[in-house]
Structures are given as structure tokens and as C-alpha cells.
């Protein structure tokens, strides 16, 4: 019988350099974060929490209940270590200070989106947390502490509660994925050194917001749609799930290219999906694992903050097809 590596034993092997300690105390408390949001999620209408509270986030998100639990969890947990000095989330108007017990290791910064997709929560379907580790300058860190481009993380990554409770980690050396074993308690290694496929014949949008699209995206898509018969040359398969970290962990697993663009409805707001703790850390662990993230015009990780909820533009995932977009969107491949 083959023994798998546990995330303890995986880290305290592979994790070096000089963020080495802290990042082996802050994912300890990650993982039993995301274990017991996993424990949470799978009472499902039992627990009661499958509703919405009457509350809207800062984003004027109607929240459910379990977006407020699965946040409460997460930043509960994450303040043992003792290295993080700031914390920032989906569901916090602001950011929130830590007390350091650790401060000669080093300060750290947590941003989070603690339940990704939490429209598919009371109907059973694949939902996520996601996370970001920024390194502060300051031990009492104040907003323009966070405001970093995602070129600067140290760690990223989502756990999956899908079929199987997944983490999916980069610490920028690859990426690799854990599959939680319910009855141990315990992570292990299932998808070590994952790597995206550079070519794929299947995308993810949301179709629905055809007509609302930028020309380049139009195009790309329209390609896509005229399989064999187009330019392409060949068929093209479509998902949409509405949890971007599930459809990005397909894509981490078999190919394909996610896509979440500016369209005419959310022009004022620059985007949907939020730079700091969604488009960042899920490009940060897609470029690691071999692909690309953009917004269009320019490389998400590379994008400087402007605020804690800024949206972004994102389409990410196969290199050759994110490639393919970023020519569209510079005119560079001609129709
Ligand atoms: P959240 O539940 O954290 O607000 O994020 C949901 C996001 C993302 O996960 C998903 O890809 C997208 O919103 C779905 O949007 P549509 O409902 O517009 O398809
Ligand atoms: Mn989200
Ligand atoms: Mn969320």
C-alpha cells in the first residue's frame, strides 16, 4: 500500500528560505481553517446556515450565513500563530489588525475570500476558500500596508470542497495539491507539481453576458463556437461552474482557459472578481503551475491596488489561449 505524504511532512521538507518558519506556523493554521469550513460546509441544510442573512458586504453582496461562518473561522484560526499582523476578506469593509507575537520572524499579511462561489452553496455545488500571504512592513499594519501588487506574495492558495476537500498550494515553487482524508483529520499529498496544459479545448465564462462583452473577448468566444469549421480548426468543449476556485482547479488539472471579463454592466465597477484575494492568489498559483493570468492589457500580478475591493478583469489559465486573448485585446492577431 503506497503511503502518502502529509501536508506537515510535505512542508517541513520542501519549505525553505526565509519565510520558511512563519509560512510552516501560518498554513498549520490555514489547514485547520479550511478543515473545519470543510467540516461546516458538509452539514449542509442540517446546520441551518444555508440562508441569507439580511446583511449586504461592503460590496452590497447579499451574505449568507456561511459566508459570515466560514469568515469567523478564518480569522479565528489564523491568529495563533502569532505571525500575522493584518488580516483583509471579501466580507470585511476594512482591514483588521493582529496582535504579532513573533515579530523578530518577520510580520505578515492574510487576504481572503473565505467562501468562493456561495451562490452554489445551498444548491450542493463545488465552493472554495481562497487565500494570499503578503509580507508587512509594519507591525501595526494600516490599509497601504496591503496595497501590493500579487507579484510580491509569498504564499497563495484555495482549498476545494468539492466531490473531495482539496488544498491547492504555491509558496512560489510550484504548485501542489492535497486531498483531505476525512477520517484521518489529516491533508496528503495527491497532485504534487501540478502543471497546466500550454493548449485546450475548453473554456469557462458565464455566456450569458455575451452581449455585454468587449469585441476581443466576442471574438475569441465567437472562435471558439465555430470549432472545426473556423479559424481554430477544431471543437471546443464549455464549463461553467460559478466558483472560480472550482473551475480554476479544473483547469489546473486538465487545461482550459477561465475567463471573467469587463463587460458593459460592470464598467463602473472595473470587473467582478476582486484583485486582492481572488484574481491575485489564483494567478500566483496558474502562472506557477505553467500558465498565464491577465486582465486583457496587462498581467494581473503586476496590477498596483488601488483599494482593498478592487475588481479586476480576469481571464486566465492554458498559455497558448491566454496569449491568444492578450493578442485579441492588443489587436495584434489580425481578423
Ligand atoms: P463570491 O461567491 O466569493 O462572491 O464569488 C463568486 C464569483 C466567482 O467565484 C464566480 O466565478 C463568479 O462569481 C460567478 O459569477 P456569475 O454568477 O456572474 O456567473
Ligand atoms: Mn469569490
Ligand atoms: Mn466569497
Same mark, same amino acid.
Not at 442573512?53 to 502569532?82: P, W
Not at 496590477?303 to 497558448?320: A, D, E, F, T, Y
Given at each position: ?17 526565509? !519565510? ?11 489547514? *485547520? $481553517? ?35 461562518? *466560514? ?43 473565505? +467562501? ?20 508587512? $512592513?509594519?507591525?501595526?499594519? &494600516? +490599509? ?36 483531505? #482524508? ?16 500550454? #493548449? ?34 477544431? #471543437? ?5 461552474? $460559478?466558483?472560480? =476556485?472550482?473551475? =480554476? !482547479? ?12 469587463? #463587460? ?28 498565464? $493570468? ?9 496590477? !498596483? ?20 486573448? &492578450? ?7 489580425? !481578423?
Amino acid at each position: 500500500m503506497t503511503q502518502h505524504v502529509s501536508i506537515t511532512e510535505f512542508l517541513s521538507q520542501h519549505l525553505v528560505g526565509e !519565510h520558511s518558519i512563519a509560512l510552516t506556523a501560518m498554513l498549520k493554521d490555514i489547514v *485547520t $481553517a479550511c478543515k473545519k469550513i470543510s467540516l461546516a460546509i458538509d452539514q449542509g441544510a442540517l446546520s441551518g446556515n444555508m440562508g441569507s442573512l439580511g446583511s449586504q458586504n461592503v460590496q452590497g453582496e447579499v451574505q449568507k450565513a456561511l459566508d459570515v461562518i *466560514t469568515n469567523d473561522i478564518f480569522i479565528e484560526e489564523n491568529q495563533r500563530s502569532g505571525y500575522v499582523a493584518g488580516m483583509a476578506s471579501e466580507e470585511m469593509d476594512d482591514v483588521i489588525e493582529i496582535a504579532v507575537k513573533r515579530r523578530q520572524q518577520g510580520q505578515y499579511l492574510l487576504l481572503f475570500d473565505p +467562501l468562493d462561489g456561495s451562490s452554489n452553496v445551498n444548491v450542493n455545488i463545488s465552493v472554495g476558500t481562497i487565500f494570499s500571504i503578503l509580507q508587512s $512592513a509594519n507591525a501595526k499594519p &494600516v +490599509l497601504s500596508d496591503f496595497m501590493q501588487a500579487g507579484t510580491t506574495q509569498i504564499c497563495a492558495g484555495y482549498a476545494l470542497y468539492g466531490t473531495s476537500t482539496m488544498l491547492v498550494l504555491t509558496t512560489g515553487n510550484g504548485v501542489n495539491g492535497f486531498t483531505l #482524508d476525512a477520517g484521518a483529520g489529516e491533508f496528503y499529498l495527491s497532485h504534487p507539481d501540478i502543471k497546466v496544459p500550454a #493548449d485546450t479545448q475548453e473554456f469557462a465564462i458565464n455566456m450569458s453576458n455575451y452581449r455585454f462583452w468587449q469585441e476581443p473577448v466576442q471574438r475569441y468566444i465567437d472562435e471558439c463556437l465555430q470549432g472545426v469549421e473556423g479559424i481554430r480548426k477544431k #471543437d471546443f468543449n464549455m464549463r461553467w461552474v $460559478a466558483s472560480m =476556485v472550482a473551475e =480554476v !482547479h479544473r483547469i489546473l488539472v486538465r487545461g482550459g482557459v477561465f475567463m471573467y471579463p469587463i #463587460d458593459s454592466k460592470l464598467q463602473s465597477k472595473g470587473g467582478k472578481l476582486r484583485l486582492m484575494y481572488e484574481a491575485n492568489p489564483m494567478s500566483f498559483i496558474v502562472e506557477q503551475a505553467g500558465g498565464a $493570468a491577465t486582465t486583457g492589457i496587462q498581467r494581473i500580478l503586476e496590477v !498596483h491596488p488601488n483599494g482593498l475591493h478592487q475588481r479586476v478583469p480576469v481571464m486566465m489559465g492554458s498559455r497558448n489561449e491566454v496569449e491568444r486573448i &492578450v493578442a485579441y485585446h492588443s489587436k495584434k492577431i489580425a !481578423h
